[in-house]
């Protein structure tokens, strides 16, 4: 009985330390909660605009076996927003080989503007390699601005980590 202590008490010495903090992105326009110091890159994604490249901003890290990823465009038209956050949403899914239907959720941004095809999702997907991943991505707008932020996993995504990077993203005054 007393090994079964020791084991968990060492087994707990190996779990990450989830640190949490909260940074200013793109100028104020989003804040964003890591549990990691994010690498910030500039992508053109072409899928976003009908085949023409929209650039974006993406900040990412990873912390424990999970990839946290906030990714922020400006589509320039607010009538593009809905079409941005359909396109941006099935092209995560592809890219990540989703196995299945995906769980739709409720994402409470502050200050976001309401979308219908705004929300999060959480599914399984595959890496090239075969490997499961367990994913779980969220779309919100304000004015013309999309955002996404998705955490991804070989393990299955502790709760209260989903929650914390989730509820830490809101857009600027």
Excluded: Y
Aim: net charge positive.
């Amino acid at each position: 009985m007393r090994w079964g202590w020791l084991l968990a008490l060492a087994l707990m010495g190996c779990a990450p330390t989830w640190d949490w903090r909260e940074l200013p992105l793109a100028s104020g326009a989003v804040t964003a909660r890591f549990a990691c110091k994010p690498v910030s890159q500039m992508r053109e994604l072409p899928w976003l605009d009908a085949g023409k490249p929209l650039p974006t901003t993406l900040w990412a890290c990873e912390h424990g076996g999970v990839t946290q990823a906030v990714v922020l465009a400006d589509v320039g038209d607010p009538a593009r927003v809905g079409l941005t956050l359909r396109a941006w949403r099935e092209a995560t899914l592809a890219n990540l080989a989703a196995q299945g239907p995906s769980e739709r959720g409720a994402w409470a941004v502050p200050r976001a503007t309401p979308q219908p095809e705004a929300g999060r999702w959480a599914f399984t997907g595959r890496r090239s390699d075969g490997a499961a991943l367990h994913v779980q991505t969220a779309l919100a707008s304000r004015g013309t601005w999309v955002i996404q932020a998705t955490l991804v996993g070989a393990e299955a995504l502790p709760p209260a980590v989903a929650q914390a990077f989730f509820e830490g993203v809101a857009f600027g005054q």
